[in-house]
Nanobody
Framework: QVQLVESGGGLVQAGGSLTISCVAS????????TGWFRQAPGKDREFIAT????????DYADSVKGRFTISRDNAKNTVNLQMNSLKPEDTAIYFC?????????????????WGQGTQVTVSS
């Protein structure tokens, strides 16, 4: 069992930066790929980024590539998402999710454990 808690969300101006974090508890987290997804009001949940358990493999949605960076510190059971050059369209609730595998892709069904989310609001 893995429990995930996101933090670090908030209000930021367009062009600004924010780092959100996902802290996990559960002894299997270090063997889990972790992803970030987001959901804006009235829209479906969408994939943002994923990182393998070793940190050696990452993947990003085209909409955030070059602006967002996913990283992990298994010693601290933490996965971070650094977000730069934020845009109003990045406004959403951001969720982290852990997969029962060392590598995972872009689909939400690949992830078993989900956090409650953290709100990110980007003002224009």
């Amino acid at each position: 069992q893995v429990q995930l808690v996101e933090s670090g969300g908030g209000l930021v101006q367009a062009g600004g930066s924010l780092t959100i974090s996902c802290v996990a508890s559960g002894r299997t987290f270090s063997r889990s790929a972790t992803g970030w997804f987001r959901q804006a009001p009235g829209k479906d949940r969408e994939f943002i980024a994923t990182i393998s358990w070793s940190g050696g493999v990452t993947d990003y949605a085209d909409s955030v590539k070059g602006r967002f960076t996913i990283s992990r510190d298994n010693a601290k059971n933490t996965v971070n998402l650094q977000m730069n050059s934020l845009k109003p369209e990045d406004t959403a609730i951001y969720f982290c999710a852990a997969a029962p595998s060392v590598v995972a892709g872009r689909y939400s069904y690949e992830y078993t454990y989900w956090g409650q989310g953290t709100q990110v609001t980007v003002s224009s």
